[in-house]
């Protein structure tokens, strides 16, 4: 089942004459951002300034949230001067109801994109301050001019150990900027994950410990993915890292009270998965060529004795994780289906189905890195620990016949096991070396 994700965007107010026939003022959200949603499998609905209630019975339909353009935050929430007449659009409702569902999402671990004036608003939320007017600084880059409706098209370097490069695969991205002001101290909580030659702010996202945290997903870009997201993929990732969260979210029992995910089942273990494993990989190999370092068969299925899903797992080395054009057209030609990682910057996820069932994962990871070497201890250690692949074939039994239809809770309920089993593996390699 093909869960559909719900996002809320928050609307612009509109004034009496910004519609032409409306004897009144109304609100609305410029179509591209929905069409972009749209276009990575969400559905949508618009939440406008005034909505009562508060923000978690306001968020509790939805999976994800969408900050977008438009005016100025009001300088009074950052210590800002509220007489500078160089401000325009000022919102206060608006302020008021973006920052209390931002940090309410946060707390309720629903993803976010927060786009030009919504990273602004990110910011402000967490304490931060910004630049009222970017033209007054010295060796600043043309960042276009908002109430002109002028675009400058410019560089933003991307932090490798990022959400932001996690979710793009890119290091550096062509982004169409049009406003005058931006981030000055970074809010707390707050990693800065882009930045452009002049050394503004250009991204930022929520800090997050990678083994706890992998459900934190709140990410803020001072451009307009929007604007160009048609003709260039890493910028449509962003919509669709959301959507893919919003989904994985949204599909739990746990929010809706339903699983709404594939169906899977635990199987005994089966003689014949190491040679699947083999012909798929040498299938691997022939398609990418000298992009590929090491091909090794991981997950249950390569641990003998070991009960699991009938899905062969195969971890495939890369030499580098970019551009996405080096693998990804030869994995759709081998009728694989390809699914960004917007929580892993080494990390890549394919599928494939035999005679309409799921037959195979691919996970495409940078040769060597940390998420390469933890699939691999796991695996390794399960091999030579049968009492702890025991104990991981009791808990894989209970957690499927508890969730048969939400296979994310299944997977979330291995979290803390693997971790640990991973935890003392690499120890005990980093003592032997």
């Known amino acids: 089942m093909n869960y559909r994700p719900l996002v809320a965007v928050v609307a612009y107010h509109l004034g009496d004459d910004r519609v032409a026939r409306w004897p009144h003022g109304g609100y609305g959200v410029p179509a591209p951002y929905l069409e972009r949603l749209r276009l990575a499998g ?24 969408l900050l977008v353009g438009g005016g100025d935050i009001d300088p009074a929430r950052y210590g800002g001067n509220a007489h500078d007449r160089r401000l325009y659009g000022v919102e206060p409702d608006r302020d008021e109801l973006e920052i209390e569902l931002l940090l309410t999402a946060d707390r309720m671990r629903l993803p976010a994109l927060c786009i030009c004036r919504g990273m602004q608003v990110m910011n402000v939320a967490f304490g931060g301050t910004l630049h009222p007017h970017l033209p007054d600084l010295p060796g600043m880059l043309e960042h ?5 409706d002028t675009q400058s098209l410019h560089d933003v370097d991307i932090e490798h150990a990022s959400r932001l490069f996690a979710t793009t695969k890119v290091s550096t991205l062509a982004a169409a900027s049009h406003h005058h002001q931006g981030v000055d101290r970074v809010g707390d909580g707050l990693l800065v994950s882009g930045r452009t030659s002049d050394g503004l702010v250009e991204a930022i996202e929520r800090d997050h410990d990678p083994d706890a945290d ?18 260039d993929p890493a910028q449509q990732a962003l919509f669709d890292g959301l959507v893919l969260l919003a989904g994985v979210r949204g599909s739990k029992a746990e929010h809706h009270g339903i699983g709404r995910t594939r169906a899977y089942a635990i199987v005994e273990p089966d003689l014949g998965w190491p040679e699947r494993f083999e012909r798929e990989a040498a299938r691997l190999r022939a398609a990418l060529g000298e992009q590929v370092v090491r091909i090794d068969h991981i997950g249950s299925t390569s641990v003998p004795g070991l009960v699991a899903k009938p899905v062969i797992d ?13 693998y990804v ?22 599928s494939r189905d035999v005679a309409g069932e799921r037959g195979f ?53 291995k979290t803390g096991f693997i971790r640990g089993i991973e935890a003392r593996a690499l120890a005990t390699t980093s003592r032997a070396v």
């Open 329 to 350: 057209p030869a994995l759709h030609g081998l009728g694989y289906r390809t699914v960004l990682d917007p929580s892993e910057p080494d990390h890549e996820f394919a």
């Open 42 to 65: 969400a559905r949508t609905a618009i939440v406008s300034p005034g909505e009562g209630g508060t923000p978690e019975e306001l968020l509790e339909p939805f999976d994800g949230l």
């Open 214 to 231: 992998l459900d934190r997903w709140i990410v803020g870009v001072q451009w307009h993915p929007e604007d160009t997201a048609n003709d």
């Open 314 to 326: 195969i971890s495939v080395g890369l030499v580098s994780m970019e551009p996405r054009s080096a």
């Open 144 to 148: 276009g001019v908002p109430v002109l």
């Open 361 to 413: 994962h691919v996970h495409l990871c940078l040769a060597g890195s940390p998420f390469e070497r933890r699939h691999l201890a796991f695996r390794d250690w399960l091999r030579t620990h049968p009492g702890d692949a025991a104990a991981y074939g009791d808990l894989k039994r209970h957690l499927a016949a508890t969730h048969p239809n939400d296979v994310h809770t299944y997977t979330d309920g």
